[in-house]
T-cell receptor
Framework: AQSVTQLGSHVSVSEGALVLLRCNYS??????LFWYVQYPNQGLQLLLK??????LVKGINGFEAEFKKSETSFHLTKPSAHMSDAAEYFC?????????????FGRGTQLTVWP | GAGVSQSPSNKVTEKGKDVELRCDPI?????LYWYRQRLGQGLEFLIY????????KSGLPSDRFSAERTGESVSTLTIQRTQQEDSAVYLC???????????????FGPGTRLTVL
């Protein structure tokens, strides 16, 4: 089965600082990778996804992520944090074969942005 | 509607009671998913529908959990004889299946917060 590890359940940064949220996956073949964001009392919203092609993926709100096959990583970054970025972020990977339909999620990283 | 909707938004029930959670997917989305999010945990897959059939229901935690989907639209997740460990936010998502299947975005509803006393 697929699995996703998000290092750091909580990350705090100052407004304007670099945001780096880490995600590693386990897969014997390159999967499809996703980052979702969850604002308080709201459902999940897709930030970006990697399927095929360019390994640097740009998403909404200035976020981007780079797929590194050799490191089995898909870390999420944003050059300059904004207060509105405070939320919980989930990395996810699709299954393979009979589990192609499902997403496997990491446990999430809560991002706090200090003024 | 424009997005995935779920009802109720909150449900408080007593241990041992049955509950039904409803999901209305985005119109035209043939794939529908149920996930569970326990406090401080990531999302846990429960079941996946393609049309009205469920090719993957391996995530249902016990036989107290069941789900159905009719008319390729509304889905209902039923939990019988609820237990305190069932307390969680239950999220529904829908997507359009593409040629490659798994690469399509799943659109999530706001969830139903279930509390079992």
């Amino acid at each position: 089965a697929q699995s996703v590890t998000q290092l750091g359940s909580h990350v705090s940064v100052s407004e304007g600082a670099l945001v780096l949220l880490r995600c590693n996956y386990s897969s014997s073949v390159p999967p499809y990778l996703f980052w979702y964001v969850q604002y308080p009392n709201q459902g999940l919203q897709l930030l970006l996804k990697y399927t095929t092609g360019a390994t640097l993926v740009k998403g909404i709100n200035g976020f981007e992520a780079e797929f590194k096959k050799s490191e089995t990583s898909f870390h999420l970054t944003k050059p300059s944090a904004h207060m509105s970025d405070a939320a919980e972020y989930f990395c996810a990977v699709t299954g393979r074969g009979s589990t192609l339909g499902r997403l496997y999620f990491g446990r999430g990283t809560q991002l706090t942005v200090w003024p | 509607g424009a997005g995935v909707s779920q009802s109720p938004s909150n449900k408080v029930t007593e241990k041992g009671k049955d509950v039904e959670l409803r999901c209305d997917p985005i119109s035209g989305h043939t794939a529908l998913y149920w996930y569970r999010q326990r406090l401080g945990q990531g999302l846990e897959f429960l079941i996946y529908f393609q049309g009205n059939s469920a090719p993957d229901k391996s995530g249902l935690p016990s036989d107290r959990f069941s789900a159905e989907r009719t008319g390729e639209s509304v889905s209902t997740l039923t939990i019988q004889r609820t237990q305190q460990e069932d307390s969680a936010v239950y999220l529904c998502a829908s997507s359009r299946p593409g040629l490659a299947g798994g690469n399509n975005e799943q659109f999530f509803g706001p969830g139903t917060r279930l509390t079992v006393l």
